[in-house]
């Protein structure tokens, strides 16, 4: 048996790599968007262009409430790396209907809606993140959300 990394592991190890050029000091996502095993788009989580980095001012938290009563955080200053990924793609006129995403991370609720909206219909993800808040999304879109165990 081969110690070869599947396609799908490859990919997820580049989220690793894309996810250390995050500014959020509250955890470091990364994503790539996936054609044909060719990658299309990356992504971090940080601020837009130009504008600080919470590595550099500290991060612009909120709280908020979920439907179902728990208090999330969130920050004003930061970018998702799957919208990121997505925007650079826009940028660079790469089409991503019907291409595959890779994210280190499940994605956040809103991003999930982006990412299908997109016309992405198979996301991988290495780790777990809120996936409950992610069931009714799943099971009206035409999406698959699958986690990869990594090596």
Not at 3 to 10: E, G, K, T
Not at 29 to 51: C, E, F, K, Q, W
Not at 83 to 98: E, F, P, T, V, Y
Request: hydrophobic share 40%; with cysteine.
């Amino acid at each position: 048996m081969s110690d070869r990394l599947s396609w799908d592991q490859y990919f997820l190890m580049i989220t690793r790599q894309v996810a250390e050029r995050s500014t959020c000091t509250r955890a470091k996502v990364g994503a790539v968007i996936v054609r044909d095993r060719s990658i299309l788009a990356t992504g971090y989580n940080g601020s837009p262009a130009g504008m600080p980095h919470c590595l550099d001012v500290g991060c612009l938290v909120y709280k908020s409430e979920n439907p179902n009563g728990e208090v999330v955080e969130n920050c004003f200053r930061t970018i998702h790396a799957e919208i990121n990924a997505i925007a650079q793609a826009a940028r660079n006129g790469s089409a991503i209907r019907d291409a595959t995403a890779y994210i280190t991370h499940s994605p956040c609720i809103h991003c999930l809606k982006t990412l299908v909206n997109t016309g992405i219909r198979t996301i991988y993800f290495e780790k777990p993140y809120k996936l409950d808040t992610l069931e009714e999304i799943v099971q009206h879109a035409d999406v698959i959300l699958r986690q990869v165990e990594m090596p």
